[in-house]
């Protein structure tokens, strides 16, 4: 079993800035590939942006491209998002998530093995 803990969410003006942390513990963490994802009210779970197990490979979605970037600290089991140029569309319940198969990044929620709780992002306009 892996446990995931968020935090870092809140309250931002758009144009903001945020940092998210997700904090592992239970297995060995630098086995799991990790991805970040959101749900807004009212829609489905989707992916944000994802990492391999080195930090060598992510990937994102298109709507986060240029201004979010996951990364990783192995030594410290935490996995980060930071987001930037914040937009009110960027309001959601964001989730971390675990994927056993660590060499490669992933974008389907099925694809991973692990969840943690969330944590609520808001922007306001």
């Known amino acids: 079993q892996v446990q995931l803990v968020e935090s870092g969410g809140g309250l931002v003006q758009a144009g903001g800035s945020l940092r998210l942390s997700c ?4 297995r060995t963490f630098s086995n799991y590939a990790m991805g970040w994802f959101r749900q807004a009210p009212g829609k489905e779970r989707e992916f944000v942006a994802a990492i391999n197990w080195s930090g060598s490979s992510t990937q994102y979605a298109d709507s ?4 979010f970037t996951i990364s990783r600290d192995n030594a410290k089991n935490t996995v980060y998002l930071q ?3 914040l937009k009110p569309e960027d309001t959601a319940v964001y989730y971390c998530a675990a994927d056993s198969q660590r060499y490669l990044t992933k974008t389907a929620r099925a694809s991973y093995d692990y969840w943690g709780q969330g944590t609520q992002v808001t922007v306001s306009s």
């Open 64 to 67: 986060v491209k240029g201004r």
């Open 83 to 85: 987001m930037n140029s």
């Open 23 to 26: 904090a592992a513990s239970g």
